[in-house]
């Protein structure tokens, strides 16, 4: 992570000098490709970040490329949603994968954000500057998630999880029962969910649960089934399992994704908390905020110096996002970062556009 690190500090200290599978999409712009400066409104109105307050009717016509992490996906439909309320123009984001969204970014160079549910690796940022040794990642840190572990409302013995727990569970082999989980859970089969290994949230989820291991243990594991980028599947194997008490034939299902899907799907699901040696603790606000909830994660976007240069839409579009992102992300089921990343990102952004 010294590589990264270093990087980053360098593009920051440039840009200054300058002055996370199956395609979701929403709709389409059927616009050009235009470049003209965008206009904020209310001349020298600044949000509390320093940043222009952008009015959605002043950005001219053009295009931005938005693809990346599925957990992030719903934040960035909701503020282009109101965006296009607000007279703004139709931008198209993908939700591929985190891993999926870098390979378009720094690769393909096919996309001008990308959102992520994990940081980029140094390997993604080498991958970028071979494509152009002009382009360089710059973060912009936009929320937090509490990736959740759920449960169908039928179940009723593992509502409450040790990491070690979860471990044995995405990692049993094929035909394997809870009560190999831990001799107190009923001998039901166990069927888990997971997204596929280009998502952000499996990323996270085994540095967290496998430390990281290579190849995960998810991977060879006889009772997962990999879902790729679509979490409703999740959701509805999850919550269709059958999982009967007295019913030792009815499977109980477990899965996991951001918090934003269980809040969306809380009403067939349940969900767990999860013990890492201090106790059971399960997502929310609070223990998000004090830290005592033990998988949560930043989420991010990001973009490139060289790609707001020639777009300079792209600029506006994330100082609106980053101006409008606390009003709308706890509706989507996420919480918000801290001010100081929040302010860390406004100022990356603000000395890369010149605003």
Not at 29 to 34: E, G, L, R, S, V
Not at 328 to 336: C, D, K, N, S
Request: charged share 20%.
């Amino acid at each position: 992570m010294f590589l990264m690190a270093a990087l980053i500090a360098f593009a920051l200290v440039a840009a200054a000098c300058s002055s996370d599978s199956d395609d979701t999409t929403t709709t389409a712009a059927a616009a050009d490709d235009t470049t003209t400066t965008a206009a904020s409104s209310g001349g020298d109105d600044m949000s509390q970040w320093g940043l222009p307050i952008i009015d959605p009717l002043d950005i001219p016509a053009g295009d931005i490329g938005i693809a990346g992490s599925s957990t992030v996906f719903p934040l960035s439909v909701a503020v282009l949603d109101q965006w296009q309320d607000e007279g703004g123009p139709e931008y198209a984001i993908d939700s591929i994968g985190s891993g999926g969204g870098f390979e378009r970014f720094c690769v393909e160079g096919a996309s001008d954000i990308s959102n992520a549910s994990r940081a980029i690796k140094d390997e993604e940022i080498v991958s970028c500057g071979e494509l152009d040794p002009a382009r360089f990642p710059i973060e912009i840190r936009v929320g937090t998630d509490a990736l959740s572990l759920v449960l169908s409302t039928g179940n009723y013995f593992a509502q409450e999880l040790t990491i070690e727990e979860i471990a044995a569970a995405f990692s049993a082999p094929a035909g394997a029962t809870w009560d190999t989980i831990n001799a107190a859970f009923p001998a039901h089969p166990i069927q888990a969910f997971s997204p596929g290994a280009d998502s952000g949230t499996f990323d996270y989820f085994n540095e967290v649960v496998f430390d990281e291991a290579e190849p995960s243990p998810i991977l060879e594991s006889g009772v997962v089934e990999i879902v790729g980028e679509d979490d409703n599947l999740t959701v509805r194997g999850v919550a269709d399992d059958g999982c009967t008490e007295g019913d030792l034939s009815s499977t109980c299902a477990i899965g996991y994704f951001g918090y934003a899907y269980y809040q969306e799907n809380a009403d067939t699901l349940n969900v767990v908390a999860v013990d890492a040696g201090d106790g059971p603790v399960a997502p929310s606000i609070d223990t998000v905020n004090d830290n005592s909830y033990p998988i949560s994660r930043p989420l991010y976007m990001y973009t490139d110096e060289s790609v707001i240069a020639a777009k300079p839409q792209v600029a506006d579009f994330i100082a609106y996002y980053l101006n409008n992102v606390n009003d709308l992300i706890g509706e989507v089921g996420y919480f918000p970062a801290p001010d100081a990343a929040l302010q860390q990102a406004a100022d990356a952004i603000k000395a890369a556009a010149g605003f």
